[in-house]
């Protein structure tokens, strides 16, 4: 019998490093790892204070991989990202210096502090794994995974993130307040010292690439992708929305599901994985009336709604 673990396995491990310093985000967690397994990005935006940077920093010290962090704040530069190009008198010749972008996990916390301009930086990097500069394109590393934090844009001194940065996350979830009993657990935790100090390696990097390539190996049945496709096409004639999701919708939704039927040891998806990631994978990107806001109408209702007006596939 092999040793090797099966995917399953390795997505416990990663899940149960992350769940040794977060107390009762299991479900949040689970989102998380469906994306990073899908090969997207994920905005986790809630209060201040709910856990969203731990767990982002979390999920990089489970995996074998390299990390970086950028504080986003009203100064920062698209160089503080990038990185610049600075000219060496020894060879007369402009050399470029590698951002913090220049990773294989970034978190990118507070990234609605940073101007349009700075969050606009990221653009090219999270659609296509490459850095433009002076004329020459950068190739990013095989494992590039942006976990990105924000307050609720009603929050002093933030810029609401423009509809194409939006579009570019492939999830965005949020932590919420946990229980009376799990807070209880997270002062016991952190009574001493804080447990994320503890977190090591429990997967390699070669494991994560090989996780992501058996990802895209999960079987999806074509009743299934016009299921995808019928969600998705139906947030564009809702009426409380003015832009409805794109195709890039239609894919992050297939590919989040894979991923989570991946994570529950299957080879194929269910019309139960596609409905579990619908609203965190296409609420974000659409954009409602002023007056269906003004109502109290939300994203998330739009895409629950559909989910129960569309019929579900045998």
């Known amino acids: ?36 397994g899908a090969g997207g990005h994920v905005l986790l935006e809630d209060y201040p204070g709910t856990g969203k940077t731990t767990m982002a920093k979390a999920l990089a010290k489970s995996v074998g991989a390299s990390f970086s962090r950028l504080q986003f704040t009203p100064d920062l530069l698209p160089s503080d990202i990038l990185g610049v190009s600075i000219f060496d008198p020894k060879t007369q010749a402009f050399r470029f210096h590698e951002g913090p972008i220049f990773t294989n996990i970034l978190l ?24 433009s500069m002076d004329g020459t394109t950068y190739p990013l590393a095989e494992l590039f995974f942006v976990i990105a934090t924000q307050n609720p844009v009603e929050f002093h001194g933030t810029y609401p993130l423009p509809e194409a940065q939006m579009d570019r996350f492939m999830m965005q979830c949020g932590l919420g307040y946990v229980g009376p009993e799990e807070e209880v657990a997270i002062l016991s935790a952190q009574e001493k010292s804080h447990p994320i100090s503890r977190v090591t ?93 003004f109502s109290g109408v939300t994203p998330q209702a739009v895409v629950e709604t559909i989910l129960k007006e569309l019929p579900v596939p045998a």
Request: glycine share 4%; hydrophobic share 50%.
């Open 201 to 293: 390696a429990s997967v390699t990097l070669a494991e994560v690439l090989a996780l992501r390539r058996r990802v895209a190996e999960v079987r999806l049945a074509p009743e299934l992708k016009r299921y995808i496709v019928d969600i998705v096409a139906a947030t564009r004639k809702a009426p409380s929305v003015k832009m409805g999701a794109s195709p890039r919708a239609s894919l992050a939704l297939m590919k989040v599901a894979q991923a989570a039927a991946l994570l529950d040891g299957s080879d194929f998806a269910l019309p139960e994985h596609i409905r579990e990631m619908a609203v965190p994978v296409i609420a974000h990107r659409l954009m409602l009336d002023p007056q269906a806001k």
């Open 108 to 131: 990118a916390d507070e990234i609605n502090r940073a101007s349009p301009r700075t969050q606009s930086a990221l653009l090219e990097a999270m659609g296509e794994a490459q850095v």
């Open 1 to 36: 019998m092999s040793d090797t673990p099966t995917p399953r396995d390795l997505f416990r491990k990663i899940s149960a490093n992350i769940e040794s310093v977060m107390q009762g985000q299991t479900g949040s967690i689970r989102k998380l790892l469906a994306a990073f």
